[in-house]
């Protein structure tokens, strides 16, 4: 007897492909730009072990959430290489030129900011609702809709590097950013019957 046949309906699996990205202080338009996005996981530290008689015990440390990446393709426009240098200066960076910008440093509060919400979306296979006259969702009226079964969001998220790609006269491809990204904690949330995002546009 199989797992499951083509008549099981309700079997649907996430697919690797179908997901979108956010950046809440970045623009819509970089959305379309993500090629590739790591999902949070989490770690515990090292077990402390208390031994009894014959037996080991065994308790579990501290969570530890794991850092991700998020891979772009860079373009003109939107000029996402532009829009992380801005990231940078915007968390406070400052350069060294002279000894008052040398006392200039980051905070954890300016790296959050300049980033803002942080939000991955696992995407349904039903592809998009089309907007309806008079139709509004969430204050979007006239939107096209997305359908989404799982959300991410990045709890105080910044920027931990960027790699703003390689050039090559022997390579014909895109550029393409790499982006890490440290947060304090994910949450994790799964509507019922899905749920709608508006798309960029």
């Given at each position: 007897m199989s797992f499951f046949s083509p008549s099981d309906t309700a079997f649907q699996p996430k697919r690797k492909f179908r997901f979108l990205v956010s950046f809440s202080n970045l623009g819509e338009d970089l959305q379309f730009m993500v090629t590739k996005a790591s999902k949070p996981s989490f770690e515990l530290s090292n077990s402390t072990e208390h031994r009894l008689l014959n037996h080991v015990f065994k308790y579990p440390g501290i969570v530890k959430w794991q850092d991700i990446d998020v891979s772009f393709i860079d373009a003109i426009e939107p000029n996402v290489g532009s829009k992380f240098y801005n990231v940078l200066k915007n968390m406070g960076y400052v350069q060294p030129l002279t000894l008052d910008n040398m006392a200039?440093?980051?905070?954890?509060?300016?790296?959050?900011?300049?980033?803002?919400?942080?939000?991955?979306?696992?995407?349904?296979?039903?592809?998009?609702?089309?907007?309806?006259?008079?139709?509004?969702?969430?204050?979007?009226?006239?939107?096209?809709?997305?359908?989404?079964?799982?959300?991410?969001?990045?709890?105080?998220?910044?920027?931990?590097?960027?790699?703003?790609?390689?050039?090559?006269?022997?390579?014909?491809?895109?550029?393409?950013?790499?982006?890490?990204?440290?947060?304090?904690?994910?949450?994790?949330?799964?509507?019922?019957?899905?749920?709608?995002?508006?798309?960029?546009?």
């Open positions: 200039s440093g980051i905070t954890k509060q300016q790296a959050d900011a300049a980033v803002g919400t942080v939000s991955l979306y696992q995407l349904d296979a039903g592809g998009f609702a089309a907007p309806t006259p008079g139709d509004s969702v969430d204050g979007y009226p006239g939107q096209s809709f997305v359908k989404y079964y799982e959300r991410w969001d990045l709890k105080n998220a910044f920027i931990k590097s960027i790699n703003f790609g390689d050039l090559s006269y022997d390579d014909e491809g895109i550029v393409g950013i790499d982006v890490g990204l440290s947060y304090d904690f994910a949450e994790y949330t799964a509507p019922t019957n899905g749920a709608e995002i508006p798309l960029p546009g």
